[in-house]
């Protein structure tokens, strides 16, 4: 498998720094910039190489680096990888909500970063491949999410790359839901009452099921709308 030519490292722990660039020198990897805080690296992101980054989620200054990565996503297309100690739930759901191409966690391996690497990379650039999926005509009520993923209405289907996906009985009447209301966005009371038939049921019950979807589907788009709701952000 490739790895990408030029990395960026945002990092604030000088030693890892140095560790990451040397496991990358060997490999031949270009380490196009090291920075430790986030104004330093948007400023940088504007004139050098980057094909990927790898990103500590503790960064110095007021913005962190879930927080930067979405700020970079927003005008760049770049594989994003997060590195950190912290593998809580809490955390792993808001990177989830990032659809990161990658997770690593400290302390950590050169094995592990390269194969890391070299996995988000391969699926990187399968997602930026031509469209393998056919867009929906008028005749069917296929819906097209993005590149891979579609979801057939009519079947109650999500397919990944044509394959269907295994789904339980939750996940799937979620999916529907969103699908149904693509690129726009359904209240938590809307999804509880399609969802359970107890409209007093706890929002937890609504995140773990997200969580469990984001889990197996983590480049899924399901977006959170912060004490309004979810949508399904087609971008085809």
Known sequence: MVLPENIVIVEDEVITQRYL???LSQHKVNVSGCFDNAADTLEALKSIECDMILM????????DGIQLAK???ETHTVPVIFITAHNDDATLEELLELAPYGFIGKPFSSKEILVTLRIAYKRYLIHT???????PSEETSDIVINEY?????????LY?????????KKQSMLLDILSKNVNNTVAYEAIISHLWE?????DSALRTLVYSVRKLLPDLPI??????????QATR
């Open 160 to 168: 990944y790359d044509g394959e269907a996906i295994k789904l339980n």
């Open 56 to 63: 500590d989620i503790n960064i110095k200054g007021p913005v």
């Open 223 to 232: 977006v959170s709308h912060s004490k309004i709701g979810y949508s399904l």
């Open 149 to 157: 993923y579609a979801y057939s209405q009519t079947s109650s289907q």
């Open 198 to 202: 107890d409209n007093n049921l706890s």
């Open 71 to 73: 700020i970079i996503l």
């Open 129 to 135: 491949e031509a469209a393998k999926v056919t867009p």
């Open 21 to 23: 660039q040397d496991i």
